[in-house]
């Protein structure tokens, strides 16, 4: 089965254009909700967890000690590569699992936000990148959550750019009030639906 991976950066809309393939009937995986469950969930995950930042990482009754985790990773790039060493694995596995158990569909998709910086996009047939200027970006994500500019902006340049992004995609959805998005998911779920 054709697998399809999608991302953008933060407030690129992603997750809006993800949501219109999945109108289309397209199963679409959300990689960021599926990360959060498998930290609770994946007994592999929860055990190199434990070993790697210590058994306080989860509270007695199983659920995850993410101030204890975010406390080790802040701003501290080797801890948060051997998180990602962890959780990204897991992440694939659930994929996987969820891809074995999709039946009847032309494709399905992966939304991920660091699809590119995960590497996971080597395990899509296909790539997409939403792209939309960083100050639209901003006042997007601004409206929704109850962030900063600075906070935005910092998480931001914590993602790789557009511009590398884009050349790594396959294809490109521009979401950025200048072209209607519709029309251009429908052009991509006919290619992808014609495979
Ligand atoms: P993040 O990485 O921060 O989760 P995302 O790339 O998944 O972001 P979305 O959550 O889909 O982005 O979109 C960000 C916000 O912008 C949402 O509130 C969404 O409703 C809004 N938005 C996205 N696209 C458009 C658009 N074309 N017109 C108006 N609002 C939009």
Redesign the pocket.
Same mark, same amino acid.
């Given at each position: 089965m054709l697998k399809v991976g999608i991302t953008?950066?933060?407030?690129?809309?992603?997750?809006?254009?993800s949501k219109i393939f999945e109108i289309l009937g397209v199963p679409v995986f959300y990689a =960021?909700d599926a990360a959060k469950k498998v930290m609770v969930e994946d007994a592999i995950l929860i055990d190199a967890l434990k070993a790697e930042f210590g058994d306080e990482s989860y509270f007695d009754e199983g659920s995850l000690n993410r101030k204890h985790i975010a406390s080790i990773v802040f701003n501290n790039e080797a801890e948060l590569a051997k998180l990602n060493a962890i959780v990204h694995p897991a992440v694939f596995r659930a994929f996987d699992n969820w891809v074995a158990g999709i039946k009847n569909a032309p494709y399905v998709m992966k939304e991920a936000?660091l699809l590119f910086e995960s590497s996971s996009y080597k395990m899509c047939d296909k790539t997409i990148m &939403?792209t939309?200027p960083l100050e639209l *970006?901003i006042n *997007? &994500?601004m409206? *929704? =959550?109850n962030l900063t500019r600075e906070e935005i902006e910092s998480r931001n340049a914590r993602q790789f750019s557009e511009e590398k992004k884009i050349q790594l995609a396959d294809f490109i959805i521009r979401?950025d =009030?200048t072209e209607l998005?519709i029309p251009q998911v429908l052009e991509l779920h006919k290619q992808f639906s014609s495979h």
């Amino acid at each position: 089965m054709l697998k399809v991976g999608i991302t953008g950066n933060i407030g690129s809309g992603k997750t809006t254009v993800s949501k219109i393939f999945e109108i289309l009937g397209v199963p679409v995986f959300y990689a =960021d909700d599926a990360a959060k469950k498998v930290m609770v969930e994946d007994a592999i995950l929860i055990d190199a967890l434990k070993a790697e930042f210590g058994d306080e990482s989860y509270f007695d009754e199983g659920s995850l000690n993410r101030k204890h985790i975010a406390s080790i990773v802040f701003n501290n790039e080797a801890e948060l590569a051997k998180l990602n060493a962890i959780v990204h694995p897991a992440v694939f596995r659930a994929f996987d699992n969820w891809v074995a158990g999709i039946k009847n569909a032309p494709y399905v998709m992966k939304e991920a936000a660091l699809l590119f910086e995960s590497s996971s996009y080597k395990m899509c047939d296909k790539t997409i990148m &939403v792209t939309a200027p960083l100050e639209l *970006r901003i006042n *997007r &994500v601004m409206q *929704r =959550d109850n962030l900063t500019r600075e906070e935005i902006e910092s998480r931001n340049a914590r993602q790789f750019s557009e511009e590398k992004k884009i050349q790594l995609a396959d294809f490109i959805i521009r979401n950025d =009030d200048t072209e209607l998005v519709i029309p251009q998911v429908l052009e991509l779920h006919k290619q992808f639906s014609s495979h």
